[in-house]
């Protein structure tokens, strides 16, 4: 119980991590609060951050705002010559597109579960 309730505090004041993949160190991370996703809604984020990390380099992090809008972030060590800003910023625009449908069922997830919000109200914040 007070896991959940550091949980809902810690929403307000900062951004939550859904998941991310980092090229460097060829791992996957999906936080641990979102394991009651289901495996499919699991399975497809892992593709897809391990694909856009194996073809841009970098990490790539989703993530919760305050407000429950998903957000894709991408990072790249200064050092690493390889990591294409340009071909990052169209990538996430591409994946921003074909998953639409999956982050906006995402955000009424996280209003619903995480911020207490009614399915209506979670649905007219989406639109």
């Not at 497809?44 to 856009?52: A, K, P, S, T, Y």
């Not at 990390?53 to 919760?64: A, M, N, S, V």
């Not at 990538?91 to 619903?112: A, G, N, T, W």
Request: hydrophobic share 35%; aromatic share 10%; glycine share 6%.
């Amino acid at each position: 119980m007070k896991l959940k309730e550091s949980t809902k505090r810690n929403t307000m004041e900062q951004n939550v991590v859904l998941c991310g993949a980092n090229s460097y160190d060829q791992k996957y991370y999906l936080n641990q609060e979102f394991s009651a996703l289901p495996d499919a809604v699991k399975q497809e984020l892992q593709i897809m951050c391990v694909w856009f990390t194996e073809d841009i380099g970098g990490i790539l992090t989703l993530e919760f705002e305050p407000d429950g809008t998903l957000i894709m972030k991408t990072t790249a060590d200064d050092m690493d010559y390889y990591y294409d800003d340009i071909g990052a910023g169209l990538k996430l625009h591409q994946l921003q597109r074909q998953k639409r449908e999956l982050m906006s069922s995402l955000e009424m997830y996280y209003r619903v579960m995480f911020l207490n919000k009614t399915v209506e109200e979670a649905g007219k914040e989406i639109l």
